[in-house]
């Protein structure tokens, strides 16, 4: 079947379309229901069902004869090691782990913080977590103290595993006092620490709260599978929210399965056996789904890599990751491949890689501007898919499902909605808009099985982030339209839609036009407050490696394109060199504080931001043209 047979499939009967699915996991008792309605707009996915997270990423591919297969590669060029687990190995080192948190009094249902560097173990504590029914809650390594605090004190977890430190390039980053300084400011204390120590810094333990790694699994007894129901919460995740305090977006285990294991095949489009990598980190939802939990569901062998894009040892790291392990299917952010680009614009390092073995580079995490996608192709020669999920879902919303059916490209389009999403795009009042208009994206209810069923604690804020805005639709917090081949555009969060003189236009098509300008390797465009249009973009552009142009001469020339491409109605005049854009550590411009900077707000600095000193650097550029006063 090709994707409109498997979508009308899906639309037709999506409780057989999803029991359907749910043939590929190995239940403790098999679900047979797919799904449970709560009320109050409110769904469950195979609530009863019995199964175990763990059992399906790696006992189950022991027990079938996978045991020799390597199930994580560790490629770390920052240490310069490399180390591969087989599935018997993974094996016995997670009941091993498992054993030891069972032996610290950790049962199903308790929280387990994971505070973990891009370490094989970091996966192995997650794995450890879903053998014994423990709900997981990993906190990207090295996030400052505070933040630590406040997920501490909202997950209250019995156990905190930590390692000693993470490697940065050029520089070590110590965990240990940071999570010392988030336990002293919260409220809840955890029972027990677990802490790697990691050769290239030791760390004093805290005695009586502080066990070492290897230590604490002396002589415990390796822990079984605990089966859970299907309902059980596998993890909770937490995602920034716009008020400060963050949104523990919440899995539960039977869903997220069952939808892991169908994406595998049929949009990464590999087989058992094959190898995936997802250049993430642990800490997003991107690790969580792509780098430990779907490719080792689907018997699939997933790489963790410590290291940039760039920089570890230069802009060849990807391709040489993709030719040494014979990668099939690649997954990274567009920013890792912009920062590849704007360091060799030419692809001069992808030459010397053979990269045969490689299907297809798929991207997500932000918008995929024209010119990054059309480089990527053009140096790699393979299809180049860009696909638009959330945190929230866990995985694709919309993408290319080239595993089902490889579907043209439309550059600028992650393609269309995946069974289980019904994608609509509404104006304000909630109405349907016609193709080619732009409106809010929302999906109707209910989501597909291992999206988020409500947040940790947060019923009401669940509800209130997602579901009061269209009734009967989950609100994505995304503006784009559909085209006549029902084919989704995203152009901008829905607070990037900016408004000039009462024209609602998108920050994003702006972006695409600059983007394609021959000396810009990366922009954002941002509405800043203008007392006569509400609003007026301004530009932030960085200029490839070795172009040294007058800065005057690129700005004009690109204030000309937006006058030519999108018209006067843009009223964009102001465009500006930077060196660098401020970013999360996942790769997202941090737009909604450059427009505070300019606009002279105050401003919360964003928990996960990668380098805070470039805000600085922004403010004071913002002020050369009357800005940031």
Known sequence: MGYRETYAAWQDDPEAFWLKAAEAIDWVEAP??????????LFEWFADAKVNGCYNAVDRHVEGGRGDQVAIIHDSPITGTQAKITYAELQTRVASLAGALSAQGVVKGDRVIIYMPMVPEALEAMLACARIGAVHSVVFGGFAANELAVRIDDCAPKAIIAASCGLEPGRVVEYKPLLDGAIEMADHKPDVCIVLQRPQHLCALTPGRDLDWHDCQQGVTPADCVPV?????????YTSGTTGAPKGVVRHTGGHLVALNWTMKNIYNVDPGDVFWAASDVGWVVGHSYICYGPLIHGNTTVVFEGKPIGTPDAGTFWRIIEEHNVRSFFTAPTAIRAVKREDPKGEYRKK?????????YLAGERADPDTIEWAQEILDIPVYDHWWQTETGYT???????LEALPVKIGSPTVPMPGYQVEILDEAGHPQKPGELGAIAIKLPLP?????TLWNAEDRFRKSYLTTFPGYYETGDAGMMDEDGYL???ARTDDVINVAGHRLSTGAMEEVLAGHPDVAECAVVGVSDALKGQSPVGLLCLSNGVNRPHEEITKECVKRIRDQIGPVAAFKQALVVDRLPKTRSGKILRATMVKIADGQEFKLPATIDDPAILDEIKAALQTIGYAK
């Open 229 to 237: 129901e299907g309902n059980h919460p596998a993890y909770i995740l």
């Open 32 to 41: 047979k229901q797919a799904l449970f309605e709560r009320g109050n707009d």
């Open 353 to 361: 890689y053979d990269l045969s073995g490689l299907r297809a580079l």
């Open 397 to 403: 919303i919309a993408g290319n499902p080239a595993g």
């Open 489 to 491: 555009y995203i152009m």
């Open 449 to 453: 099985p291992g999206t988020l069923p």
